[in-house]
T-cell receptor
Framework: AQTVTQSQPEMSVQEAETVTLSCTYD???????LFWYKQPPSRQMILVIR??????QNATENRFSVNFQKAAKSFSLKISDSQLGDAAMYFC?????????????FGTGTLLAVQP | DGGITQSPKYLFRKEGQNVTLSCEQN?????MYWYRQDPGQGLRLIYY???????QKGDIAEGYSVSREKKESFPLTVTSAQKNPTAFYLC????????????FGDGTRLSIL
């Protein structure tokens, strides 16, 4: 079964600094999608970035980028120039398309604190 | 503005009572999902629906029921058979396809009285 592991329950970063959140996953599929979602205190889940496994190039969205290592099954999120508004719970997710489910399998999350 | 609306924001359930959580979307999305979130855990899928009048069980469907009579609506009923219903419930929708991101509502917090 596919699993997603986030080994850092909590992280802290100084404002304007860079932080990297780790995520590993397990799958036997060769083509799949990975996502990072942000959940601020308001509890809404917000899509941050997505990556297709077949694309060599790492995805980038403004200050957010990923380091996708397919062989290692690693999908880390880098936040550059951290801002106070980046403080949130971050979830890594894998799309399980087996059986046409299209369901997201989530990690347990990393709580990011941003220090002024 | 397009989006997903969940109501109510907070809900309390008495013992033996069924309660229904509302989820409405105006994004014209085909697929809709219900997730449960517990402290220290990621989201877990309860039910999902690809098209109107069709839905499938997710990983933790016991004690829950859904309907999909309209494309825009996917209500979730938490039945008295669900012995531990206290959680945060999130509804999501997407176009069908594995590269389509899911968009989430603001959630409903359900507690037992």
């Amino acid at each position: 079964a596919q699993t997603v592991t986030q080994s850092q329950p909590e992280m802290s970063v100084q404002e304007a600094e860079t932080v990297t959140l780790s995520c590993t996953y397990d799958t036997s599929e060769s083509d799949y999608y990975l996502f990072w979602y942000k959940q601020p205190p308001s509890r809404q889940m917000i899509l941050v970035i997505r990556q297709e496994a077949y694309k060599q190039q790492n995805a980038t969205e403004n200050r957010f980028s990923v380091n996708f290592q397919k062989a290692a099954k690693s999908f880390s999120l880098k936040i550059s120039d951290s801002q106070l508004g980046d403080a949130a719970m971050y979830f890594c997710a894998y799309v399980d398309y087996g059986g046409a489910t299209n369901k997201l399998i989530f990690g347990t999350g990393t709580l990011l604190a941003v220090q002024p | 503005d397009g989006g997903i609306t969940q109501s109510p924001k907070y809900l309390f359930r008495k013992e033996g009572q069924n309660v229904t959580l509302s989820c409405e979307q105006n994004l014209n999305h085909d697929a809709m999902y219900w997730y449960r979130q517990d402290p220290g855990q990621g989201l877990r899928l309860i039910y999902y629906s690809q098209i109107v009048n069709d839905f499938q069980k997710g990983d933790i469907a016991e004690g829950y029921s859904v309907s999909r009579e309209k494309k825009e609506s996917f209500p979730l009923t938490v039945t008295s058979a669900q012995k531990n219903p206290t959680a945060f419930y999130l509804c999501a929708s997407s176009m069908w396809g594995r590269n389509q991101p899911q968009h989430f509502g603001d959630g409903t917090r359900l507690s037992i009285l």
